[in-house]
């Protein structure tokens, strides 16, 4: 019973790391740039940026009640109730209740549109004109923050939108706010900042708006090649492995030498096999019942995750979600079809737009972070949420604390990462992708050096390549201020 509440417990600490919240407001100055584009930046994910009753007294966020107090409140009287009634039975359902009340606000209906009356803020003009915009340091704001210094409040534009949304109708959004952004500026194209979610949403605007008003578009630690986590949690793939265990234990908490060495102590005592066959016996019980209570209630019909899902997994995954239950969802998969085709085009259109419609692509993805054990391709590189793989648009990439097998690694390729992790020769753009180590996603905060290498690649005269400047080779290292490093190891 000891270890069953053990893994219990495990269970919902590895689940609450996922849950990042940005929120914070500061000003910023304004100091124009003659002869830019003007900037357009899509937001990814923003689990506050919905809201319940949107307008009225009532507004509140989507996840209303989702807070490290409710997280450790519902724990604690999970524990309580499962040894009370010495039942795990009775402690999962009080969490399952908890993270139901909590998750159900961003619910969708069979057509995929939101369940509730929500909302969300949108800046319609250049943000310089309002007077109460919420710059912050970090993730999109913080790249707000940065163009509007560097190029004036007058000439960036955000693109704030409901990220459950099917991209096809964000895609119609984006339109607008483009042709806005060239209508009140006289530039004839924008430069697109495509953040996380924002990916496969300028993806959808391309294969709906074609490019031609697009000069340069940047994919930050994006989503435009899909997310594996999304197809595998979508085929019912929930399992853990020592290895997976391990490498997100060690990642998390293995900072110290010392605290190193202990990590890897345990592992060779086997403790991470021990843990990881408790924690998928729990797993295996109750999957089905999270499934059921939360995945498929909340979530199996938010038409942005099924733009995620990688082409290849894509009949899985509609038969684990939806068979057997007849034609109830036909409507809704129609919809996922239309998705589907997209991205299996993707390559093609994105090659096409580069080649044949001038559009400036650059990519930059993080790696050398460890996921969340709890599906089976969480052994892979990425940066705690996504694959390095699909962010960079087809790199081949390493596990996790390994390296590229030496018939990679001595093939001669240019595109090799110095710690020997990524073969970066086959991605969709191979000379204008960067890997930036121990850089977190979307982390291009304002004021770091990060964010300078942002400007450098809207700013730069024509493409900028990995080859350009010397500062930014294809390959480089971030510390805890974004500070950038070209001593890769």
Not at 75 to 95: Q, Y
Not at 244 to 259: D, E, I, P, Q, R
Not at 445 to 468: H, I, K, P, R
């Amino acid at each position: 019973m000891k270890k069953r509440f053990v893994s219990l417990g495990l269970c919902v600490a590895i689940i609450t790391c996922l849950l990042r919240v940005p929120v914070s407001a500061a000003s910023s100055e304004q100091t124009g740039r003659d002869g830019a584009c003007p900037v357009v930046i899509v937001r990814g994910v923003d689990l506050n940026g919905i809201y319940l009753d949107f307008g009225k007294k009532s507004q509140r966020s989507c996840i209303d009640g989702l807070n490290a107090a409710g997280i450790v409140k519902t724990l604690f009287a999970a524990l309580a109730k499962g040894l009370f009634n010495m039942s795990m039975d009775s402690a999962v359902d009080v969490i399952l209740k908890y993270a139901g009340g909590v998750l159900k606000g961003l619910s969708c209906d069979s057509e995929g549109d939101s369940v509730f009356d929500v909302g969300y803020y949108e800046y319609e003009n250049a943000v310089g004109t309002y007077e109460s915009f919420p710059y912050a340091d970090g993730n999109e704001m913080g790249i707000i923050k940065s163009a509007v210094e560097h190029y004036g409040g007058e000439n960036v534009y955000y693109v704030n939108y409901d990220w459950r949304a099917d991209p096809r109708d964000v895609a119609d959004l984006i339109a607008e706010y483009i042709d806005r952004a060239i209508a009140q500026t006289g530039s004839p194209k924008v430069n697109l900042v495509s953040a996380s979610m924002g990916g496969v949403m300028t993806v959808a605007y391309i294969a709906e708006y074609g490019c031609a008003k697009l000069n340069k578009c940047v994919f930050l630690s994006s989503t435009f090649y899909g997310a594996k986590v999304v197809s595998e949690l979508f085929q019912g793939k929930v399992e853990t492995s020592p290895r997976s265990l391990y490498n997100f234990v060690l990642c998390n908490m293995g900072k110290g030498s010392a605290s190193r060495f202990i990590i890897k102590g345990l592992e060779r005592v086997g403790i991470f096999n021990a843990v990881s066959a408790g924690l998928n016996k729990f797993l295996s019980r109750y999957k089905q019942l999270f499934y059921d209570e939360i995945l498929k209630e909340c979530f199996c019909h938010t038409l942005s995750f099924w733009s995620l899902v990688l082409p290849e997994d894509y009949d899985d995954c509609v038969s684990f979600l939806f068979g057997g239950e007849g034609g109830a969802n036909d409507a809704f998969t129609a919809k996922t079809d239309a998705l589907r085709l997209m991205m299996e085009g993707r390559d093609a259109l994105l090659k096409d737009a580069a080649e044949n419609g001038g559009v400036i692509f650059s990519v930059v993805t993080t790696y050398n972070s460890a996921h969340v054990p709890l599906y089976p391709s969480a052994v892979l590189n990425g940066d705690n949420g996504l694959e390095t793989a699909y962010m960079s648009g087809g790199a081949k990439v390493a596990d996790y604390g390994e390296k590229l097998p030496d018939e990679i690694l001595n093939g001669g390729s240019e595109h090799i990462s110095p710690d020997g992790v990524i073969d970066a020769s086959d991605c969709l753009f191979r000379n204008s992708t960067w890997f930036i180590k121990d850089g977190p996603h979307v982390g291009f905060n304002y004021g770091t050096e990060c964010s300078d290498f942002l400007l450098w690649m809207l700013d730069y005269d024509g493409q900028a390549t990995v080859f350009s400047d010397g500062r930014y080779p294809q390959f480089m290292r971030a510390d805890k201020e974004l500070a950038l490093y070209t001593d890769v190891r």
